[in-house]
């Protein structure tokens, strides 16, 4: 791990069924800045061989936590998509630690929300509600709460803006998907995780949570808002740009 002087520790952390492999290209260039770099594998994620009947909301925060820990230096926190739950969670018990808050077409409730809660549809999950392109491309799996996710469908919606090879080296990485962490509920207070700043990075292209809804969350959370026009797997597997 790098240690430029004076920069933050960049703490990745990945969305569902994904793993730190997604992160590999911003590695590489946070590396070639001589920028300190932690990305972890949560719970069932990427390397990670915690079994999935043993996945839990609680123990995706500790993991993160952990990650925070093993710093040297204040962390900037960046999350994708099911991450930005996670982020703002283990922030909220690491306040001292944390400089700042990165949310990439993230979901990001608020004080007593569920992980997957909208402001458009706070009834439904945004991972598993009747309107989510998510849910239409999860397949059961034989243990109960979790789910696969079809490949032809994971490439439309994940990786739209990615070359055919990348896409399909990702989709081949795909873990199982446990629900028990889309039903947490998150505990923020104003003192701690409200007082962090945070930025939000509207990915205009991104099939899995609309551009309209990454606004409203945006909005609700105080963060600084940027846009991006791409998919939002396209900043962590080619922070470039599509392709």
Same mark, same amino acid.
Request: glycine share 8%; net charge positive.
């Given at each position: 791990?790098?240690? *430029? ?9 990945h ?39 043993? @996945? ?37 018990? *690491?306040?001292?630690k ?29 991972? !598993?509600?009747?309107e ?6 999860? *397949? ?15 490439i ?42 945070? !930025?939000? @990075?509207?990915?205009?292209?991104d ?37």
């Amino acid at each position: 791990m790098n240690k *430029r002087g004076g920069a933050p520790t960049i703490v990745t952390i990945h969305g569902g069924s994904h793993g730190a492999w997604c992160w590999r290209q911003l590695s590489a260039a946070l590396a070639a800045r001589d920028l300190a770099l932690l990305c972890p594998d949560l719970p069932e994620s990427g390397e990670d061989m915690t079994p999935v009947t043993d @996945v839990s909301w609680g123990a995706y925060v500790e993991c993160v936590i952990a990650a925070i820990d093993e710093a040297p230096r204040p962390v900037l926190l960046i999350g994708h998509s099911l991450a930005g739950a996670l982020i703002s969670q283990a922030a909220e018990h *690491r306040a001292n630690k944390v400089c700042g808050l990165f949310y990439i077409a993230a979901l990001a409730p608020l004080d007593g929300e569920a992980v997957g809660q909208t402001p458009r549809s706070p009834e439904r999950y945004a991972l !598993t509600g009747r309107e989510s392109t998510v849910a239409r491309a999860l *397949r059961p799996s034989r243990a109960a709460g979790v789910y696969k996710l079809d490949p032809v469908a994971a490439i439309d919606i994940f990786y739209n803006d990615c070359r055919a090879e990348i896409a399909l080296e990702a989709v081949s990485r795909l873990r199982p998907l446990a629900m028990a962490p889309v039903e947490g509920v998150l505990r923020l207070t104003p003192d701690r995780w409200g007082r962090i700043p945070k !930025t939000y @990075v509207i990915c205009l292209r991104d099939q899995a949570l609309p551009a309209p809804t990454q606004r409203g969350l945006a909005a609700r959370i105080s963060a600084r808002a940027n846009r991006a026009s791409v998919g939002s797997l396209v900043l962590p597997l080619r922070p470039g740009g599509p392709g």
